[in-house]
């Protein structure tokens, strides 16, 4: 070989090393960059999720009577801070089981702890940006029981039912689909759970409904259904607004990741979906009572917002935004119609949580496969039946035991009084009289 090939062959051989090390130096930036991206994305949903715990509470204190404002704002406080705790000591574990730690294959997850700790996930995330953000569902779960059974419920009891709850309950059921459980390996398709956060809610509220009973005089001996006005829709509107914020990182965050182009672009799309769905519902809301009522019911135009985001909860992605436009003002329309009904069954639901959450969770759930491939209808309804039995039944028996041990209903005394002053000694608003 001539002497003159010889030196930038040799130069080129000696590169070859510094190739490979800039290389590796360019994965390991990419990696760091998608580990950072998607840990953040699930840090920035969990806590918009989180301000939805604001907005639950704005909103059921608006839609209480004065009297009650005080214990449906401690019931909120309560619930997020004991979920926070419950879910780390069993919920957590429960949910994410991983391979090969069921109790029982694909429905009953582990108790052992999971160390959060630095360690980068496979998934490029952090493990601790996970549990936050999981964590900010099992509290949203407890939060749609609170406003249901406001005005007549015990304080304590309430919170014990809150500990079963976001330990046991929701953790496991949602453990079938989010944990890779039966659901998931069936085809069972909730993005970010119109069915296993919020139908799973409505379902605990209305079992709760039912062995709590109404509140005193709601129902007339005539068959009439007396109102109740809430004490301050100023309040319950800032509520629905911050729901709606919080929603953007509910639905936005559950695409997982956030370390390409396409997922950035798919997180993006949900937004625009999940604003166009809460839209409809609302001017669905708000067309179909000036129809109905000859006036608008500003109630009913913050619950079809809420209905309308629920709705599509559990297929954010796939849909147009004329999919979001007609399936959010399906929800809208939901809303309106089964609120009467509930009150034909003498079902009290104080804040119209049941039709909010179950029933649009339910049309949420069912539409997916219209937009969504390898869906099915049949396989959707099956995994709403499953959860939702399973929600109703233990939910149920729970009631029935508070019921049983402690009770779970304040005196009339009480509930004519407020439960601001029976069960807390103190006042939402001592300066005025009582609502």
């Known amino acids: 070989m001539k002497p003159i090939l010889i030196l930038p062959l040799a130069a ?12 590796d130096a360019e994965y390991a930036t990419l990696a760091d960059t998608t580990f950072i991206f998607n840990t953040l994305l699930f840090l920035i949903g969990g806590f918009l999720v ?55 294959e694909g429905i009953f997850g582990t108790f052992a702890t999971k160390d959060i700790k630095s360690e980068v996930d496979a998934g490029g995330y952090s493990n601790a940006s996970d549990f936050f953000f999981q964590l900010m569902f099992c ?14 419920i015990k304080l304590w009891p309430f919170l014990i039912f809150v500990v079963v709850l976001t330990g046991f309950i929701y953790p496991m059921e949602a453990s079938w689909q989010w944990g890779g459980g039966f659901l998931s390996a069936m085809g069972f ?18 079992a709760g409904a039912i062995v709590l009973g109404p509140r005193l005089g709601k129902y007339a001996k005539d068959g009439r259904v007396v109102p109740m006005p809430g004490s301050n829709l100023a309040l319950a509107t800032l509520g629905t607004f911050i729901l709606w914020m919080g929603w953007f990182g509910f639905n936005g965050a559950s695409q997982l990741a956030m370390g390409t182009i396409e997922d950035v672009d798919a997180v993006a799309q949900i937004f625009a979906n999940t604003n166009m769905a809460a839209a409809a519902g609302a001017v669905a809301a708000l067309i179909l009572t000036q129809v109905l009522y000859k006036k608008v019911d500003l109630t009913m135009v913050l619950n079809g917002a809420l209905a309308g985001l629920v709705s599509i909860t559990a297929g954010p992605l796939d849909p147009t935004l004329f999919g979001a436009l007609w399936i959010g003002a399906v929800g809208g329309v939901i809303v309106v119609l089964t609120v009467p009904m509930l009150d034909k069954f003498k079902i009290d639901d104080v804040v119209g949580a049941i039709p909010v959450h179950l029933i649009a969770g339910f049309w949420g759930t069912l539409v997916v496969p219209v937009y969504t491939e390898g869906t099915s209808f049949v396989t959707q309804i099956t995994g709403f039946a499953a959860v939702g039995i399973f929600v109703f039944v233990v939910s149920l028996v729970v009631w029935m035991i508070i019921k049983a041990v402690s009770g779970i209903r304040v005196s009339e005394e009480a509930e004519i009084t407020g439960l601001d002053m029976s069960e807390l000694g103190m006042e939402a608003y001592p300066e005025f009289a009582k609502g």
């Open 12 to 23: 080129a051989v000696s590169a070859l090393p510094g190739l490979a090390l800039a290389q």
């Open 139 to 152: 509290a949203t779960t407890a939060s749609i029981v609170s406003g249901a059974l406001a005005e007549r």
């Open 50 to 104: 989180f301000w939805m715990a604001a907005g639950f509470a704005m909103l059921e204190a608006g839609l209480v009577r004065s009297k009650n404002v005080t214990t449906q704002l401690t019931k909120n406080m309560g619930l997020f801070a004991i979920a926070a705790v419950m879910y780390w000591l069993v919920g957590y574990n429960i949910m994410y089981p991983g391979d090969g730690n069921w109790i029982i």
């Open 189 to 206: 398709s909730d993005f970010a759970g119109s069915t296993l956060v919020h139908a799973a809610g409505g379902f605990a509220a209305l």
